[in-house]
């Protein structure tokens, strides 16, 4: 049977994003403390990097949830980067092989009234709908979620806590007591598949097709977006004109190899040493530009950058983000 092609994600600076992945195989991603200290440590230094805002996250034995909002880098950079180098930790650790989590992890990309809210609240009751904590006492004695940083249990810079509690009150003691009792009232509210996407009718045509169709599946909507029928048609509107540009950037004749050629000249090199070993400044300069103009805005996956440059997808990444700021700094984009 024909594999349907893998959707591209929707994403934008300032779009709110709800992610979970899961362990593969449903199998356990933490094992102990040190497990869950060392993936906030990797998750803190990616989202500081990429100016990621954090409203919620929630940190269960087989999986995890954030609620996010993007910053300066795609939300699937920041998190290929952070969940690739804890799955090499976690391998590294136990002396195994093979992958950590469950494919590439969900994001679903969220209006932000009236969800934003609801969305907080249904990640942070992950640990009392599992059965790992009896009740919203044994909740705030959670370690491993934001609704501990919010009850004020510890301390991190890179958790929106004012956001979040601004919502709920001006004096901080009043706000944490409002928040907790609306946390309380989603218990029974039970699991919403409706906030994980779960149900929702995928296009099968690509976002054109969606954007066509009139129907009933399309006011189901798509199930990366989650949000009013106004919201999905802007959301789908703009992906859309980022789809056209690609597309006529592609039919301009801006091959790789001549990519290749405009990178190196631009950085003072050659096509050769670009694809070479070498790692001067010139190098690693040329490699960027050409990551960035083939990732960002031709839409080539980071696989098949590597596989021209002859390295890592891990390398392409990095790149990527290094090429973003030369382009901007340098006024060297694609035109």
Not at 127 to 141: I, Q, S
Not at 189 to 213: F, P, T
Not at 293 to 318: C, F, H, N, P, Q
Request: net charge positive.
């Amino acid at each position: 049977m024909e594999r349907m092609p893998r959707q591209a994600r929707l994403d934008a600076p300032g779009v709110l994003h709800h992610v979970m992945q899961r362990g593969v195989a449903r199998g356990r991603i933490f094992i102990d403390r040190q497990d869950y200290e060392e993936f906030l440590r990797r998750l803190e230094k990616g989202l500081k990097d990429s100016k990621t805002s954090c409203y919620a996250w929630c940190l269960m034995s087989n999986h995890i949830h954030f609620l996010l909002r993007t910053g300066s880098r795609p939300i699937g950079r920041v998190l290929q980067s952070v969940l690739g180098g804890y799955a090499g930790y976690f391998n590294r650790r136990y002396r195994r092989i093979g992958h950590v989590f469950q494919g590439r992890f969900k994001s679903i990309l969220c209006e932000e009234e009236p969800y934003f809210l609801d969305l907080v609240r249904y990640i942070h009751l992950n640990p009392l709908r599992a059965g790992v904590v009896r009740d919203m006492n044994g909740l705030d004695r959670y370690p491993w979620s934001g609704h501990w940083v919010l009850m004020g249990r510890r301390k991190t810079e890179w958790q929106d806590v004012d956001e979040v509690l601004g919502r709920f009150g001006k004096r901080e003691g009043q706000a944490r007591a409002a928040y907790r009792s609306f946390v309380a009232e989603g218990i029974a509210m039970g699991r919403r598949r409706d906030l994980e996407g779960g149900g929702l009718i995928r296009s099968a045509g690509g976002l054109v097709e969606v954007l066509r169709d009139r129907g009933e599946e399309r006011r189901k909507g798509d199930e990366r977006v989650l949000g009013s029928d106004s919201f999905i048609e802007a959301v789908m509107g703009e992906v859309e004109k980022r789809d056209k540009e690609r597309a006529r950037l592609r039919k301009s004749g801006l091959s790789p190899g001549k990519l290749l050629e405009r990178a190196a000249k631009a950085a003072g090199t050659t096509v050769s040493a670009v694809k070479g070993r070498g790692r001067n400044r010139r190098q690693s300069e040329a490699r960027a530009l050409f990551s960035k103009w083939m990732v960002g805005d031709l839409g080539y996956s980071g696989a098949e950058v590597a596989a021209i440059l002859g390295v890592t997808r891990m390398a392409v990444r990095k790149a990527v983000a290094r090429g973003i700021t030369l382009a901007l700094s340098r006024k060297q984009g694609l035109g």
